[in-house]
């Protein structure tokens, strides 16, 4: 009769231990900028790979938390309202751990055809006025940094279609940014029914390797299970699919 008693309640225990394992809530930190992360719309392609990448881990039930990048990395380092950030640059001063990196990004230089301008490497873009996405000058290298610091027609904007409407404008000669965002801001109806602009009117001009950032986790031992997830997506395939879908 004990031997029994032991027995069930050892499988009672298995079950709720297992119970628990699959109905443990993680709130996910995701910023809100379109083509990436899209909160009307409830897509994008950072959105898609993390949705991705969790459903391989079921155990967790996973609640998207919409914010601003910029208050992605406080509630992380706080650890109050989130338990991983999408989106977060090595560089960022995170307290927590960071995953394999995931999440890509293609900058490049972008200026009208009309204009005939040619960027062979990055100390060409001395010449020209440019609009650039903040924080710029830290990302994209020693060489670019120095070009811009010595610019006196460069700048950078915290809202990357300001750059785009710059450069279509005619303020700016070059724009410097994600080519994703550029092709998603042509996509207005301010360029598409007025202007008649489309992409094949700019040169695409790539001076630059793609550029990754990461999750960022409060749990280690969680962000070693994302890392081994994201290792399978990749050999498999998996991730490189999500990304030339959304091209």
Not at 38 to 67: A, S
Not at 139 to 150: E, I, R, T
Request: proline letters at 2%; hydrophobic letters at 40%.
């Amino acid at each position: 009769m004990i031997k029994i008693l032991c027995r069930l309640l050892l499988f009672s225990l298995l079950c709720s231990s297992s119970l628990i394992m699959a109905e443990q809530d993680l709130k996910i930190g995701i910023g809100n900028f379109a083509p990436f992360l899209d909160e009307e719309d409830n897509q994008g392609v950072f959105l898609e790979l993390t949705e991705e990448i969790f459903k391989q881990l079921p155990r967790y039930n996973v609640q998207f938390i919409y914010m601003s990048n910029n208050r992605l990395l406080h509630e992380i380092n706080s650890g109050q309202r989130i338990d991983v950030a999408c989106n977060i640059f090595s560089n960022s001063s995170v307290k927590g751990f960071l995953s394999s990196p995931v999440f890509r990004y293609t900058d490049v230089a972008v200026s009208k055809n009309s204009a005939k301008i040619k960027v062979n490497q990055i100390s060409d873009l001395q010449d020209f006025s440019i609009a650039a996405y903040q924080g710029a000058k830290e990302m994209l290298g020693d060489d670019y940094k120095k070009m811009a610091l010595a610019n006196p027609h460069y700048s950078e904007h915290s809202k990357p279609d300001e750059t785009t409407y710059m450069m279509v404008a005619g303020e700016k000669d070059i724009r410097i940014g994600d080519i994703h965002i550029f092709l998603n801001d042509l996509a207005d109806k301010r360029y598409i029914n007025e202007d008649k602009i489309a992409a094949k009117d700019f040169t695409i001009h790539r001076l630059w390797p793609d550029v990754y950032s990461h999750m960022a986790f409060k749990d280690e031992m969680l962000r070693d299970s994302v890392n081994k997830v994201i290792k399978e997506l990749t050999a498999n395939g998996t991730i490189e699919a999500i990304y030339r879908k959304h091209r």
